[in-house]
């Protein structure tokens, strides 16, 4: 795992759409489009089942991997589950604590931390989702959710393991409904985020974060958050099921390095 913290990350969460058919075929599709950019990280997260054909396929300086979700046990007697251990080679990424995880799943940072550390023990970078409900923000708990998602999620990773994290924002009220939040807010947290990461890590891991803005992430407001102080990268749902508007998305991206 080495550290790439320096380039713009812009990572595509499929979700439960596409089977390995039109997964296949979408990133064939992707990949005349999207040009290899040296400053730009592009990351597609397809269904478990696509990741072992779509990796056969891409070429990894233009596209890597990430599994939206992982199992903390390396192996036994646990149904339906795919682990860390099983996944390593395969992803650099592993999304973890998404939203929908902690909401729809019932995740706890118990959980979560115990992903982030299988993800780690792996060779498996986590991108540790963080971001509160609609409910909390009206009760001005922004700052403090984010607070204890970070604790949960990180207890126990080291300073040396902490350089393979990636944190992203996903206030919950914006993923999936077109209601995005304002750049500003993406900078509050990131700063908070920082701010918080700076006291359990030290000043130079809080600065060499990358910082992903995730909820209802499009092309045309890809560049103002991209644009924004702090945020490193991009999450996408929705649009990155669009080869145009994930590629549009990607460009955007090293546009802004290139100003
Ligand atoms: P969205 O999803 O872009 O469709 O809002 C973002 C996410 O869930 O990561």
């Known amino acids: 795992m080495s550290a790439t913290n320096d380039k ?6 499929w ?36 990741l072992q054909p779509v990796s056969l396929q891409i070429e990894r300086r233009q596209f890597k991997l990430a599994s939206q979700n992982l199992y903390w046990r390396d192996h036994g007697a646990y149904t339906g589950e795919v682990s ?9 990424y592993a999304i973890i604590g998404h939203s929908e995880r902690r909401h729809v799943f019932h995740e706890h940072d118990k959980d979560i931390r115990s992903k982030v550390q299988a993800a780690i023990r792996n060779g498996i970078k986590p991108i540790l989702c963080v971001g509160e409900t609609a409910h909390q923000r009206a009760a001005g708990e922004t700052t403090d ?33 077109g209601n995005n939040a304002l750049p500003d807010d993406a900078k509050k947290a990131a700063r908070s985020i920082r701010r918080q990461i700076e006291h359990l890590y030290g000043r130079k891991s809080a600065e060499s974060l990358r910082i992903l803005y995730g909820g209802s992430v499009k092309s045309d407001n890809a560049a103002s958050y991209l644009a924004t102080e702090g945020i490193d990268g991009l999450l996408v749902g929705g649009a990155s099921l669009s080869v145009h508007d994930f590629s549009v998305i990607v460009a955007a991206a090293h546009d802004m390095e290139n100003d």
């Open 8 to 13: 713009k990350l812009i990572v595509g969460n």
């Open 84 to 92: 860390a251990s099983q996944l390593r080679g395969l992803v650099d």
């Open 145 to 177: 959710v984010i607070h204890d998602q970070l604790i949960g999620g990180l207890a126990n990773v080291t300073s040396e393991e902490f350089s393979h994290i990636t944190v992203a924002y996903e206030p919950v009220w914006a993923i999936g409904t």
């Open 15 to 50: 979700k439960m759409n596409m089977n390995v058919h039109e997964s296949s075929i979408f990133v064939h599709k992707l990949s005349k489009e999207i040009a290899v950019h040296r400053d730009v990280e592009v990351v597609v997260a397809p269904t478990f089942l696509a």
